[in-house]
């Protein structure tokens, strides 16, 4: 059996055979520290870049569950797949072993940069060689909220990716 020349295939049919999948990515949140502003900031940013989110919250014990509720109600409303796995230790650590256990991640979203290097994990120079892209919610965060008022600025592009 021959696969027909493309030339011959109907236009959505075309189309559909360029489109290439959003890649798959993990949301990696120090439960300690999650803000409904640092899950409306993730919200915006996983959006954009996939339809395939994994989400890995440690040491969760402080984050409030209604928090969460929310963020996976709005996800699914996006139209995004979700996994959501909750581990206890070091962020860089347990990242670093998701990302072993769970391949075809491409792109790491975290809270905060210094979570990946506090500690005795790898460096994020070392995921990047492995092919992982990895983006600061940091400098995404609204700059100020006027009262009453929710203010969309932000203090940076959308999607910082860490200089190598």
């Known amino acids: 059996m021959t696969t027909p020349n493309a030339d011959r295939l109907p236009k959505f049919l075309r189309k559909a055979q360029t489109v290439r999948p959003k890649p798959r990515v993990l949301l990696a949140l120090d439960g300690n520290s999650v803000t409904q502003t640092l899950l409306e900031t993730a919200l915006r940013c996983c959006v954009q870049l996939t339809d395939r989110l994994d989400i890995l919250l440690v040491n969760?014990?402080?984050?409030?569950?209604?928090?969460?509720?929310?963020?996976?109600?709005?996800?699914e409303h996006s139209g995004i797949d979700y996994r959501?796995?909750?581990?206890?230790?070091?962020?860089?650590?347990?990242?670093?072993?998701?990302?072993?256990?769970?391949?075809?991640?491409?792109?790491?979203?975290?809270?905060?940069?210094?979570?990946?290097?506090?500690?005795?994990?790898?460096?994020?120079?070392?995921?990047?060689?492995?092919g992982h892209q990895i983006i600061s919610l940091a400098g995404l965060q609204p700059q100020h909220q006027a009262k009453g008022r929710r203010d969309n600025a932000f203090a940076g592009p959308?999607?910082?990716l860490m200089a190598g």
């Open 84 to 130: 959501l796995a909750s581990t206890d230790g070091v962020m860089a650590d347990e990242v670093n072993s998701y990302l072993r256990r769970f391949l075809g991640i491409t792109i790491v979203v975290i809270d905060n940069l210094s979570s990946l290097t506090v500690n005795q994990g790898q460096p994020p120079r070392q995921m990047q060689d492995s």
């Open 60 to 75: 969760s014990p402080a984050t409030p569950i209604a928090l969460l509720k929310g963020l996976l109600i709005r996800l």
């Open 158 to 160: 959308l999607v910082k």
